[in-house]
Each structure stands twice: as C-alpha cells, then as structure tokens.
C-alpha cells in the first residue's frame, strides 16, 4: 500500500506562484509514477502533470506547459507542483497519484492510478 498526502494549497494572487507537495509513505519502492490531477465540480479530474519514478520523465497538460513544473526529491517520496503565472482557471482541487505496480509508465487516465491523496484546494486567484 502507498499512502499520499498533499499540501500547499493557499490563496495567491493571478499571476503568482504556488508550490504543491506530495508526500509518499509505505511501499514507496513500488511507486512508477506520481501524477497530478485537478477536478473542479461538474468536470471530470483531469491530468496535469506526471513524473515517472525511475527516469523522471514528465509530463505536462496542454494547459500548463511553461506554467508548472513537477520535480521529485532523491529518495522519490515527496514529488512536487510548481505553479507560476497561475490564472482563475488553474482554481480546483489539486490530486496527487500513483500508479499499482503493474502499470509501467506514466498515464494520463485517472482511472489508471491506484492510490490517491485526500487533495488540496487552490483557490482562485485574487
């Protein structure tokens, strides 16, 4: 079992920057892939950033290429959201993922993802 916890959702001005954090416990070793989602009520959880335990390639959504960046310590138990330039349509609940054993590589599917963290709001932009 993995356990995730996220942290770091506060108010921000538009255009300003916040950093998210994933924390990981338990069968760390197990971790392939930590994704980060967001959901807004009404909209399904979306994609927005992966990072792939091993070789740490990412991947970003369309919508925040240039904007976030997703970075995860040595020891792959923490994994990281950096927002800059944040907008009203970055607001949402803010997930983080990984992926079961069995699933080699990152996926931008949600329903790929085995365990997840209770999320943290980012709240609009002021």
């Known amino acids: 079992q993995v356990q995730l916890q996220e942290s770091g959702g506060d108010s921000v001005q538009a255009g300003g920057s916040l950093r998210l954090s994933c924390i990981a416990s338990?069968?760390?070793?197990?971790?392939?892939?930590i994704g980060w989602f967001r959901q807004v009520p009404g909209k399904e959880r979306e994609a927005v950033a992966t990072?792939?335990?091993?070789?740490?390639?990412?991947y970003f959504a369309d919508s925040v290429q240039g904007r976030f960046t997703i970075s995860q310590t040595n020891t792959k138990d923490n994994v990281s959201l950096q927002m800059s330039s944040l907008k009203p349509e970055d607001t949402a609940m803010y997930y983080c993922a990984s992926t079961p054993p069995r699933v080699t590589g990152c996926r931008v599917d949600p329903t790929e993802y085995a365990y997840w963290g209770q999320g943290t709001q980012v709240p609009s932009p002021h």
């Open positions: 338990g069968y760390i070793y197990r971790i392939k892939c």
């Open positions: 990072i792939q335990a091993g070789n740490g390639q990412t």
